[in-house]
């Protein structure tokens, strides 16, 4: 399996607008964050999960080339609000992509981009999509999906456990609490991603202590934070970080 980090920040993404901290003008490119989003290449399916507002972007900078499956792991717009360029990859490929996620996700997809749903007219683009709402695990060819409800701001929201090529990856990037069920289906993987903040709590996301703390509980091969704030400094907080846990950067690419 081969993982691309596309996007590591928050919602706001680093820097911040109109903020003027350190880390937000640092030339460190560590420190530029796009919206969270990764891309997993394994048994030849390449799979996104979330289409945020720089999906564009994360796209053309990273050079992703195919997308057979799209996966949501919630309705909130910094996860979802690029999703309409996903129409290039339906033209590039000439195929319909499966598209991901809980029932109450696929039900806000469906609002968010009713037109997906109309007959395409000629010479105009549109997603040529397929909204499949799901609660169980299923198979992406021969990547296995587990869908995870975890808790994250009082609406439905999936983490993922992918494994393929004998390999298993889980990427929770939204999430306040895990319940005993879902860390069990994350512990001891290959490579794990979860929500990290910022140092401050806060009410919807697990802080960069906590993550650390679950982390180390659930002893992935590789761990990593993601989801962060303008409060993390790329090279302080990975300084900091206990052995065999990692700060990702956009377009880190790790072999899992
Ligand atoms: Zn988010
Ligand atoms: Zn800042
Ligand atoms: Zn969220």
């Given at each position: 399996m081969k993982l691309t980090f596309l996007g590591t920040g928050t919602s706001s993404g680093v820097p911040v607008i109109g903020c003027l901290c350190a880390v937000c003008r640092?030339?460190?490119?560590?420190?530029k964050r796009r919206r969270a989003s990764i891309y997993i290449q394994a048994t030849g399916q390449h799979i996104i999960i979330d289409t945020p507002p720089d999906f564009r972007d994360q796209v053309l900078t990273f050079?992703?080339?195919?997308?057979d499956a799209v996966l949501i792991t919630h309705a909130h717009a910094d996860h979802v609000f690029g999703f309409d360029d996903i129409r290039r990859f339906n033209e590039v490929q000439d195929t319909v992509i499966p598209v991901y996620g809980s029932p109450a996700t696929m039900a806000a997809m469906n609002h968010f981009?009713?037109?997906?749903?109309?007959v395409a007219q000629p010479g105009l683009s549109c997603p040529r999509v397929d909204f499949q709402a799901v609660a169980a695990p299923f198979a992406i060819g021969p990547v296995r999906i587990e869908p995870l409800p975890v808790e994250h701001a009082g609406i439905e929201t999936y983490g993922y456990r992918l494994e393929a090529d004998g390999r298993t990856l889980g990427y929770v990037p939204d999430c306040h609490r895990l319940s005993a069920a879902v860390a069990q289906r994350l512990r001891g993987l290959d490579c794990l991603i979860l929500d990290g903040l910022r140092r401050k709590p806060h009410p919807t996301h697990f802080t960069l202590d906590q993550s650390v703390a679950e982390l180390k509980r659930l002893s992935a091969r590789r761990s990593f934070i993601t989801h962060m704030t303008h409060d993390l400094d790329y090279e302080t907080t990975a300084q900091a970080l206990p052995a065999g846990i990692e700060i990702p950067y956009d377009g880190l690419i790790v072999e899992v």
């Open positions: 640092s030339h460190d490119p560590h420190n050079g992703m080339r195919r997308v981009f009713p037109y997906v749903h109309q």
